[in-house]
C-alpha cells in the first residue's frame, strides 16, 4: 500500500486533503491543492519555508499583541487554463464525469486526473502530476496534461507565481495580522521564464521564486505567444495556444525557490533565475527525485503482515511527512520541528516538545537529522540563558514555543472558539520543555555514541538544564526535601489552583521526576567526558563543585507528593480537586475532547476538576521504563509498586479527555504490557487521528507531526520493546495480536541492522558497518552479532 487515494471531489474535505496531501522536502513545503486554486472557503494552498518567521503586533482586547509565525510565502502552484471564451477551470464550476486524486508515497508525487464537461459542453481530460525534489532542494515541478474529448479550437494558459497572498489559514487566527510578506520585484527572465520577489516585513528574510513554463503537443516542444502580466506582488504569463481533439496538451512548469538565508549564494532572485535557465525538463528531473526517495524509503520503511494494507499505508504515510518535514536537506539549516509541520498555520508554526515523539525515529535511521535538531536548540542556548537572568534563574530557560531567535513564542492571550472570548495563556508555566530537551540529548548519544557532539554541545546544554532545575527547587526545611512550585504539567488543563490569583501548580510529579532525571544525566555526562573536556565546559560555564554537591542533594531528595492510594498525585493538591459528571458532559455535548473550551465557555474552569488533556503523570511510562522510574523513586526515598501501576494508569486514563493527539500515542504505550486490546484500539485510533481527522477538523490548519511519529514509534520500540541499556541493544517484543509479523531496519552505531519479528522468533540481520560486533540482549541475555552475521532467536 503506497498510494492515498480519493475518488471524488469533496469540497467539504478538501482542505483536510491538502494538508495530507502536501509535499516537501526539507527545505519547503506547498499544500496539496490544485493548481488552479487560490485560498477561499474550499481551498487554501500554502507553502511554507524551513525557519521562514515573521512578527507582527494586532490589537486584542485593548492590548497589543505580538505573533510570531510561519510564513506563508507566495504560491508558486498557480496554474491554469480556459477555451476561447470559456471560464478558468474551477472544480466547481464544471459537471465532474470523474476524479481520482492520489498521493505517492513511494516515488513522493501527488497526482490528480479530472473528466469533466463544462457549461458549453466541452468534455476535458485533465491530468496533472507534481513534486517537490527531494534531493534538490530548491527545485519542484508541474506537469498538466490537457486532453479535448470532443472539441478542438483556441485555448489559453496562464501561469503565474502569486505573493498576493497571507496568513488565514486557521480561522480562530484572523483577528491577527497576518500580511507578512512585502512585495519586492518581479518581471520576465526569458520567452518562457518569470520570477517575484517578496520580503517578510520584520524579520527581512527575502525569497526569490523563478518558474519555467513550456508548452508541448505530443514531444513537440512548442513556442506560442505569451503576455506577460504584472501587479505589486503578483506575475504571470498568459500563454495562447491551439487544442485538438484527442491530442493532449502538455504544460511543464519548473520553478526554483531562494532565500536570502540559503548559503553558497550572492542574491536569492539571482540564485532562482540561473537556477531555472540551467534545470532539466520535468521527467529529468523526477528521475533524480525518485532515486533519492528510494534512499530514504530504504532506511525507513516499517512492513507489516500483508492483511494489514490500510495500517501499513498510514504508517507510510507517517513517514512520509516526516521526511518531507525533516530530511537531510534540514541538516545544513538552522531549523526546529514545527508541531504541525511545514503542513499549515496551526500553532503559528512554532516549535514545542513533540521532537520527544519525533527524535526516536530519526536517532535509528538518519541520526545526522537529530543532531541537526538538537543544534537548533544549542544556538538558542544564550537566549535561553537571558530568559532564565529574567526570571532570577540560573542555568537555560528554553521557551515552550520557539520559533526564530529562542525567545518565548507562547500567545499572552488564546481565543476559545467556543465562547469567542480571548483568554490568558499561562502554558509558557510548562518548563517540562527542558527535560524533554534533554531526554532528546542524552537518548541520541545512547543511540550513536556521538562523543564529539556532546563535548561540544550536548554536556554544556545538559548542565544549564540542570542548573535550571536546580534554580526552580525551593528547600522544605519541615519535611527535608526540595519541591518545584508555580509550574505547568503536559496535561494543560490546569493552570492554577481554583483558589488563588496566580498561575503554575506545585510539585507536579512529571516534572519533578524529569528534573531529577535530567540532573542525574548531567552529572553522569561530567563522568563520561575525559579531563580535558571536562574542564573545557566547566571553564565555559563556571560550573562549580558546590553546584554538583547541591545536584547530588536535590537528586535524592525532590518531594513527589501522592495520594491516599499510593498514587503518585499529578500535582500537590490534585486529590481534593472535583469529579467532572462526565456522563451529563457526554449527554449534553457531542465530543468532549477540548474540555477546557467547554468549560470556560460555561463560566467554569478546568482547573477545578480532576480532568486531563492528556498524560501527565503516564507521560513518565512512556519515557521510562519501570525499571528506570523504579530506580528514580528509590532514589528519592520512595517506593514504586510495580503491582500498581495498572492501577495508576486506569485512574488517570478514566479521567482524560484526549484533547491531544499525543494523547492516544501515551496511552497506547503504557497499555502495551498490561491491557493489550485496550493498547491496540487506542493505537488504531491515534493511526487515524490526522487521516480520519478525528479531533474535530484540526488536521486542515497542519498535521499533527508529534501524534504522526508517535505512532510509527510505537511500532518501532513499543512492540519490540527495542531500547539501548549499558551499550547493550535490547529487544523485548511484544507484537499484538492483531500483527502476525513485522519487519525494518535500523541504524546502530554506524551499523545497520534487519530486524524481523513475528510471534515465535526474531531474526537479526547485521550489515558490515564498521566491521565491529554489536552486543544484543534478548530472552534476558546477551549476544554478540559480527559483521554480515544473521541469527535467529527464538522467543
Not at 88 to 103: A, E, H, N, P
Not at 517 to 545: F, G, M, N, Y
Not at 608 to 616: M, T
Amino acid at each position: 500500500m503506497w498510494t492515498l487515494q480519493y475518488t471524488q471531489f469533496n469540497p467539504e474535505e478538501q482542505k483536510l486533503r491538502e494538508a495530507l496531501c502536501t509535499l516537501g522536502n526539507g527545505y519547503f513545503a506547498t499544500r496539496g491543492a490544485g493548481e488552479e486554486a487560490s485560498a477561499d472557503d474550499v481551498h487554501y494552498p500554502g507553502t511554507y519555508i524551513a525557519g521562514g518567521f515573521n512578527r507582527m503586533k494586532t490589537e486584542i482586547s485593548g492590548r497589543m499583541v505580538a505573533n510570531e509565525d510561519l510564513v506563508n510565502f507566495p504560491n508558486w502552484l498557480s496554474l491554469n487554463f480556459r477555451p476561447e471564451n470559456g471560464e478558468w477551470f474551477d472544480l466547481r464550476k464544471v459537471d465532474i464525469q470523474s476524479f481520482r486524486q492520489g498521493l505517492h508515497l513511494r516515488e513522493g508525487f501527488l497526482e490528480r486526473e479530472v473528466r469533466f464537461k463544462d457549461k458549453d459542453g466541452r468534455i476535458t481530460t485533465l491530468v496533472s502530476r507534481r513534486f517537490v525534489h527531494i534531493r534538490d532542494q530548491h527545485l519542484a515541478a508541474i506537469k498538466m496534461i490537457i486532453r479535448p474529448e470532443n472539441w478542438s479550437g483556441k485555448i489559453q494558459i496562464r501561469s503565474a507565481l502569486d505573493g498576493t497572498i497571507s496568513n488565514s489559514g486557521v480561522e480562530r487566527y484572523k483577528s491577527l495580522r497576518g500580511d507578512h510578506l512585502q512585495a519586492l520585484d518581479r518581471g520576465a527572465i526569458d520567452d518562457e521564464g518569470i520570477w517575484l520577489k517578496v520580503e517578510t516585513k520584520q524579520s527581512k528574510m527575502r525569497m526569490a521564486q523563478a518558474a519555467r513554463t513550456r508548452i508541448y503537443t505530443g514531444d513537440t516542444h512548442n513556442k506560442p505567444y505569451r503576455e506577460l502580466f504584472e501587479e505589486s506582488g503578483y506575475v504571470a504569463h498568459r500563454i495562447d495556444c491551439e487544442a485538438q481533439e484527442g491530442v493532449e496538451l502538455t504544460v511543464e512548469k519548473i520553478i526554483a525557490l531562494y532565500t536570502s538565508r540559503d548559503k553558497a549564494i550572492t542574491e536569492c532572485g539571482h540564485e532562482a533565475r540561473n537556477a531555472i535557465r540551467d534545470a532539466g525538463s520535468f521527467e529529468e528531473l523526477f528521475k533524480t527525485h525518485k532515486r533519492r526517495w528510494e534512499f530514504y524509503w530504504d532506511r525507513t520503511d516499517i512492513t507489516f503482515n500483508e492483511d494489514r494494507g490500510r495500517m501499513q499505508l498510514i504508517l507510510r504515510l507517517h513517514v512520509f511527512q516526516m521526511i518531507q518535514t525533516t530530511s537531510m536537506n534540514t541538516i545544513d539549516l538552522d531549523f526546529g520541528i514545527p508541531a504541525r509541520g511545514l503542513h499549515g498555520e496551526a500553532y503559528r508554526g512554532h516549535i514545542f516538545w513533540d521532537e520527544v515523539f519525533i527524535l526516536p525515529f530519526f536517532n535509528y535511521r538518519l541520526p545526522e537529522i537529530t543532531r541537526s535538531l538538537l543544534l537548533y536548540r544549542y544556538r538558542r542556548l544564550g537566549i535561553a540563558r537571558r530568559a532564565a537572568r529574567r526570571e532570577n534563574l540560573k542555568g537555560a530557560l528554553f521557551p515552550w514555543q520557539s520559533g526564530s531567535n529562542g525567545r518565548e513564542e507562547t500567545q499572552e492571550v488564546h481565543l476559545n472558539p467556543r465562547s469567542g472570548e480571548w483568554d490568558p495563556d499561562h502554558t509558557h508555566l510548562q518548563r517540562h520543555v527542558n527535560a524533554a530537551i534533554a531526554y532528546n540529548i542524552w537518548h541520541y548519544f545512547q543511540a550513536t555514541h556521538d562523543i564529539e557532539f556532546m563535548c561540544s554541545y550536548g554536556a554544556e546544554m545538559l548542565v544549564e538544564i540542570a542548573r535550571l532545575w536546580d534554580s526552580l527547587t525551593t528547600y522544605n526545611e519541615e519535611l527535608d526535601k526540595y519541591e518545584i512550585k508555580g509550574v505547568i504539567g503536559p496535561d494543560e488543563y490546569h493552570e492554577a489552583y481554583p483558589d488563588r490569583d496566580e498561575p503554575g501548580l506545585d510539585n507536579n510529579t512529571y516534572t519533578n521526576i524529569t528534573a531529577v532525571w535530567c540532573i542525574c544525566r548531567a552529572i553522569e555526562v561530567l563522568q563520561l567526558l575525559d579531563p580535558e573536556s571536562r574542564k573545557e565546559v566547566s571553564d565555559k560555564i563556571d560550573l562549580t563543585e558546590d553546584e554538583i554537591s547541591r545536584w547530588y542533594d536535590i537528586s535524592k531528595k525532590m518531594r513527589i507528593v501522592f495520594e491516599k492510594e499510593g498514587i503518585p498525585a499529578q500535582f500537590e493538591g490534585y486529590e481534593s480537586l472535583d469529579e467532572l459528571d462526565w456522563d451529563a458532559y457526554k449527554e449534553k455535548y457531542d465530543e468532549l475532547h477540548r474540555l477546557d473550551r467547554i468549560l470556560k465557555a460555561e463560566g467554569d474552569t478546568p482547573n477545578r476538576y480532576k480532568i486531563s488533556k492528556q498524560a501527565d503523570v503516564l507521560m513518565l511510562f512512556y519515557l521510562f521504563s519501570a525499571d528506570a522510574l523504579e530506580e528514580l523513586f528509590k532514589r528519592l526515598g520512595y517506593t514504586l509498586d510495580r503491582k500498581k501501576i495498572p492501577e495508576i494508569v486506569k485512574y488517570y486514563l478514566d479521567r482524560t479527555d484526549h484533547g491531544s493527539t499525543l494523547s492516544r500515542v501515551v496511552h497506547s504505550w503504557v497499555l502495551a504490557r498490561s491491557d493489550r486490546k485496550h493498547a491496540w484500539k487506542l493505537f488504531t485510533e491515534a493511526l487515524e487521528s490526522d487521516i480520519s481527522d478525528i479531533q474535530g477538523g484540526t488536521t486542515k490548519e497542519g498535521i499533527h507531526l508529534g501524534a504522526m511519529a508517535g505512532t510509527v514509534d510505537l511500532v518501532q520500540r513499543c512492540f519490540t520493546g527495542l531500547t539501548i541499556r549499558d551499550n547493550v541493544l535490547w529487544l523485548n517484543p511484544a507484537l499484538p495480536d492483531e500483527v502476525d509479523s513485522l519487519h525494518f531496519r535500523i541504524r546502530y552505531y554506524c551499523n545497520w541492522l534487519d530486524l524481523s519479528f513475528n510471534h515465535k522468533e526474531v531474526t537479526i540481520t547485521a550489515g558490515t558497518g564498521r566491521g565491529e560486533n554489536i552486543i544484543i540482549g534478548l530472552n534476558g541475555s546477551t549476544f554478540e552479532l559480527k559483521p554480515d552475521e544473521r541469527k535467529q532467536v527464538k522467543l
